[in-house]
Structures are given as structure tokens and as C-alpha cells.
């Protein structure tokens, strides 16, 4: 196991409170409409009264939604035949079989002859040939961090992934395309989540400096979930959250920003602007405040959205923002040069009407 393997992710009570508050002072959970208001209250409660640790290993909805832990395939999908009316007659047997199947992960008893441990070797795989078909770095010299108490690994070649990792290794290839990561200085992503794709995209290009964004709750745990992966790296949250200018020197750091404050991000060089899912959560004016100034500093954007409204009947919000808004806001300074369907390793991204990767250039 490698060292950044075995360092875990910790607690800090006081960095939690400073940033809840923060979060709350700045105005900025006001944004928030619809179920996502109960949503990051709910997240921000349990992250106070339970360890980052029980959260992750009870997979709440607040980290299972920001990608924050890797739950087995199994335990995916179970979880999901709840919401599949269609399943209910059959619901017991489904389950006895996925039950086999998580015990048995090498029993060829699935269609096609295949074994959940083909499953994820195809997985692998695709993702593999996805990077070498568009000339990627490979994801054979990487592995992912078990700093955030994974549920579900797979090895390959004595390298641990998860399907989660795997994905955002896909949407790392898809930038890849259009974007020469090693001519970039910087990458400013709002919404990071756990941190999964920065980590991902650090891996492979460690002199890059990142800009986070986010949520008060989501803020926290990708703070600390990269504090245990990099903790040379980091810049603290405490260092930034009083400063006019965020601008980090050097290279190879990760800056951590609350959404109020996003108007002193300055950075330095070429820079990419990264979103994914997060925007088509908002009303067209609050991502219109954050994509001014993003824009403003940042050469290429890459998106993963959804391509219509849906999302505002999901969550019953006010208003979402969909491509149509984003061409409103962006064309002026910004040329969409790519979109195609997002996609998992396995099957496509679908929810919210769809979901498609996005590649802007500033023009």
C-alpha cells in the first residue's frame, strides 16, 4: 500500500464550524432552493455530530451525492430497486441474487456469461482504451487514494480503483482532447465534491495549482479528503477565507475558497474552469454570478451538465440552468468547440434529462 493509501481522513471540529459559518455569513447557502435547502442543512448537521468516518461507512446522502465514498456495486444497486416500481414483485429474489453475486464476484451467472469481476475488469478496460484512443496518460500509472474509507476496491495490476474513480478519469480524457494539461497553470473547479477529480487530475500533473469552490458542507470534506492525499500541498482554508486576492504562487498547491468569495480568486497563467454537475443545480442568475467571473479569468471550460431543466423538478427548485442559459451567458466571450453525451465506463450518464460534456474556448 502505497503512503498516501494509509493516511485517513480526519476530523477537525474547529475548521467545520469556521466554514459552516463562514458559509452561512457570506449569504450564500440563500442560493440554495427547493429540497437542496434541507439537503446541505441535513449534511452540515450530521458532519457535526458524527465522525467524516461513520458518515462515509452509513454512506449518507450528503457524501454519497458529492461522490464521497465507494460503495460496492451491490450495495449500488439494491439501494436503487427502492425507487424501481417495476422491481417490487421481484424485489426478494433480485436481492438474493445480487447477494450471490457480491459473494461469488468470480460466478459467471450474469447475461453474457459474466461475473461481476468481468464487470469491472470491462470497465477497466474501456477506460483504458478511451485514454489510449485520444492519446491520455494512461490510467495503468495511477491508482486511487483509500484515504476516505472505500467500501468497494478492484485491483488491477496490484493497483486499487473503483468505479467512481474510473469515472472521473473518463471526464479527465474527454478535457484532454481539446486542453494540453501541461501548458496549464491552473484549474478552478466549483463544486469538487470529495475532490475525486481533482485527484485524478493531480495525479498526472502534479505542478498544476487548483482553485476549489464550494458549499459549506462540500467544502469540508474535500478539504480534508486532499489534506490526506496531499497534505504538502494544501493550502488551508484558514489562509484564504480572509484574504482580497487569492492568487497562489509556485506550483502544485490546492487553494480552498468559500462560493462568497469567489470574486478574489486571481490566478496566474493559463487556467480551466471546471463544473461538474453543480451548475444545473442553480437558477440561471446564480450561475450567471459565478460563470462572469470564472470566465473572466480562465481560457477553456469544461462542463458536465445536464442538457435541460429536469433537474428543477427533481429537487422542486425555483429555476435550473440548462446549455441554453450557459450559450446566453457564455457566448459572448466563449465558442462551444465540443459536446457529446456523458457516459459512465459502463453505460451513459443519463438523470436531468441527460447529461453531456462540454468543451468551451475562449473566443
Known amino acids: 500500500m502505497s503512503e498516501s493509501a494509509e493516511r485517513r ?28 435547502i434541507d439537503f446541505y442543512d441535513r449534511f452540515s448537521n450530521l ?18 451525492g458529492v461522490n ?26 433480485i436481492r438474493e441474487s445480487l447477494k450471490f453475486i457480491e459473494q461469488n464476484p ?18 477497466f478496460r474501456i477506460c483504458e482504451l478511451y485514454g489510449n484512443l485520444h492519446g491520455a496518460p494512461s490510467i495503468r500509472t495511477i491508482d486511487m ?33 481539446f486542453i494540453n494539461f501541461s501548458n496549464i497553470s491552473n484549474v478552478i473547479e466549483i463544486g469538487p465534491g470529495a475532490g475525486r477529480q481533482v485527484e485524478v487530475i493531480k495525479k498526472f500533473h502534479p505542478h498544476l495549482n487548483f482553485y476549489l469552490i464550494d458549499l459549506g458542507p462540500s467544502l469540508y470534506l474535500c478539504h480534508q479528503y486532499l489534506k490526506s492525499i496531499f497534505p504538502e500541498d494544501l493550502i488551508s482554508y484558514e489562509s484564504t477565507r ?4 487569492v ?18 480568486i486571481n490566478p496566474r497563467g493559463s487556467t480551466v474552469f471546471v463544473s461538474s454537475a453543480v451548475l444545473g443545480l442553480m437558477a440561471p442568475a446564480t450561475a450567471k454570478r459565478y460563470l462572469d467571473k470564472c470566465s473572466s479569468i480562465s481560457d477553456f471550460i469544461f ?57 468551451w474556448k475562449r473566443s
Request: glycine share 8%.
Open 9 to 36: 481522513v480526519s476530523d477537525d471540529p474547529g475548521l467545520l464550524a469556521l466554514i459552516l459559518n463562514d458559509w452561512h455569513e457570506g449569504g450564500t447557502r440563500d442560493e440554495l432552493t427547493g429540497s437542496l
Open 47 to 64: 458532519l457535526t455530530e458524527q465522525t467524516l468516518e461513520n458518515n462515509i461507512s452509513q454512506a449518507i446522502r450528503g457524501i454519497t
Open 68 to 93: 464521497g465514498c465507494d460503495l460496492s456495486p451491490i450495495q449500488r444497486t439494491l439501494a436503487g430497486l427502492q425507487n424501481n416500481q417495476e422491481a417490487t414483485k421481484t424485489a426478494g429474489s
Open 106 to 123: 468470480d460466478a459467471k451467472v450474469l447475461p453474457y456469461e459474466l461475473s461481476l469481476t468481468d464487470l469491472n475488469q470491462s470497465a
Open 145 to 177: 487514494s483509500e484515504a476516505h474509507y472505500p467500501d468497494y476496491l478492484f485491483s488491477v495490476d496490484g493497483k486499487q480503483y473503483s468505479y467512481v474513480f474510473l469515472y472521473n478519469y473518463c471526464n479527465y480524457v474527454y478535457a484532454s482532447r
Open 242 to 245: 480572509t484574504a482580497d486576492s
Open 247 to 264: 492568487c497562489i504562487e509556485g506550483e502544485g498547491k490546492v487553494a480552498f475558497v468559500g462560493n462568497a468569495n469567489i470574486s478574489n
Open 303 to 359: 462542463m458536465m451538465e445536464s442538457r435541460g431543466d429536469d433537474s428543477k423538478g427533481t429537487y422542486s427548485l425555483e429555476d435550473s440552468t440548462c446549455l441554453t442559459d450557459f450559450h446566453n451567458i457564455l457566448d459572448n466571450k466563449f465558442r462551444l468547440i465540443d459536446h457529446e453525451p456523458a457516459f459512465y465506463p459502463l453505460s451513459a450518464r443519463e438523470g436531468f434529462g441527460g447529461f453531456e460534456m462540454m468543451m
